[in-house]
């Protein structure tokens, strides 16, 4: 499909729902890896359709005070939950957000990192990363999705679980490259996104491929959202083309299946899909979701003149 058609598919898909949805505030919650880009793209939403979009940060799981369960459980008022599926699921059983209203966003690896100066470790194989996590004085692991696998499959299978427990933290509500930085740990894992924006720690690389886990993020609409039209609006506009460069350059990659996007379709349950168009909104969110088209064209055009 040419991809100026993709791009008015997904521009028409945003109108349908943003008819009804004009200057909220949206409230959002949204886990860590997907930080730099919602950063990145929000303010373009914001513009287009004149909601505000107000946002609290926390893991995907665990029991720490600002992570997204705790916060749901005590009841902070919220439209979106952008969490990794496994916990968006879990959210959707426990009636904290919306059946149906499921949309998967983006994909995220694990890497690791040092802190800056130190040399960087050989992590080119999994011979190299068991070598590498043997030796290591101290390693750190968030308490969210890509420490529970480090600390629950990866150092198991590894084979290495009885010699690194004993050395390693989980690091609760922080990010694990800023405890990296200041030298309480030798070696820090966590998702790509999550580190690449930390100052005072060098990226090494990815896990290899063999013992990689690729997490999916997803976003739905809380059952107690009092704008849901504006909240799946937001979702939209967080999966359409348009946004796709600035995932990447975060660290992540976005999740492109159209079909899965519409069979997770954005709207209140029960309510009957709505063809209401609002001119000045519509006019304003094109105009957006092209701009940012036309300025990535540009970066890459002059990219490719550099290179």
Sequence with gaps: MPFKTTIARFVAGILLIA????????????????????????????????????TAFGASMGNAPDSIPSRLQRGEPVDVVIVA??????????????????????????????????????????????????????????ASASGVYVSTELFQRLGIADQVMGKSQRIDSARVGAVVARGDAEIGFQQISELLPVPGIDYVGPLPPEVQKVTVFSAG?????????????????????????????????????ERQNEQHAVQKPGAATQVRRAPREGKDLERNLRGMESRNRRQEAAGACEA
């Excluded at 599926?85 to 499921?102: C, H, P, Q």
């Excluded at 992590?123 to 968030?142: D, E, F, G, P």
């Excluded at 704008?227 to 999740?255: N, Q, T, Y």
């Design 221 to 257: 609409i809380a059952s107690s959202s009092k704008h849901p039209d504006a909240a799946g609006a937001l979702i939209r506009f967080l999966a359409s083309p348009a946004v796709v460069p600035a995932i990447r350059k975060s660290g992540l990659e976005p999740v492109t299946s």
């Design 19 to 54: 008819a009804t949805a004009y200057g909220d505030e949206v409230k959002v919650m949204t886990s860590g890896a997907f930080t730099a880009a919602y950063l990145e793209i929000v303010p373009e939403f914001e513009r287009a359709t004149r909601n505000t979009v107000v």
């Design 85 to 142: 599926d496994s916990a968006l699921d879990d959210l959707i059983k426990r009636g904290k957000v919306l059946t149906g209203s499921r949309v998967d966003l983006v994909r995220s690896s694990i890497g690791i990192a040092v802190r800056a100066g130190a040399p960087k470790p050989d992590i080119s194989s999994v011979a190299a990363l068991k070598r590498t996590l043997l030796q290591a004085k101290s390693i750190a692991y968030s």
